[in-house]
């Protein structure tokens, strides 16, 4: 069973069964936040006006993944092509602490379909780091996301 989710920023998705939806995000204007079990937040980012191909979604990926590099201190864990029928998406993964001590993967993700842009960015706790990092993971959050 999954969630299935229509929002006014102009993507479905269909998120595992116990999804929730913040009431309001804290990453800002043209933004979404979700729940996913096991402490995963997701959060979508309407930014079609700085990005219209390929080369620029990988570079708005790289951006955003800087936070996480240079704020928080973070280890550049991966990056590339999420591979994900009928979507272009790059991907760069960052190990990060949270200031409380809790080691995170930080996911920035530039996804173009159907001739559109949003941005993806999902952060989840490391349980195992022998796991991490976890790209199927990535791919099943990223891929359940569409533009119409």
């Given at each position: 069973m999954t969630v299935h989710i229509e929002s006014p920023l102009g993507f479905t998705a269909d998120f595992p069964e116990f999804t929730q939806a913040l009431p309001e995000s804290t990453a800002g204007p043209n933004t979404e936040q979700y729940g996913l079990l096991g402490n995963v937040?997701?959060?979508v980012i309407k930014?079609?006006?700085?990005?219209?191909?390929?080369?620029q979604a990988t570079g708005w990926a790289h951006l955003m993944s800087a936070y996480y590099l240079d704020?928080?201190?973070?280890t550049q864990l991966a990056e590339g092509a999420l591979?994900?029928?009928?979507?272009?998406?790059?991907?760069?993964?960052?190990?990060?602490?949270?200031?409380?001590?809790?080691?995170?993967?930080a996911s920035a993700v530039g996804v173009l379909e159907n001739g559109r842009?949003?941005?993806?960015?999902?952060?989840?706790?490391?349980?195992d780091a022998a796991k991490e990092p976890q790209a199927e993971r990535l791919k099943e959050i990223v891929g359940a996301i569409s533009l119409g």
């Open positions: 937040l997701v959060t930014d079609d006006n700085a990005v219209s191909d390929a080369p704020e928080r201190g973070g591979d994900l029928e009928g979507k272009d998406a790059y991907a760069v993964m960052v190990g990060f602490q949270d200031p409380d001590g809790t080691a995170k993967v842009f949003i941005g993806v960015l999902v952060v989840w706790p490391v349980t």
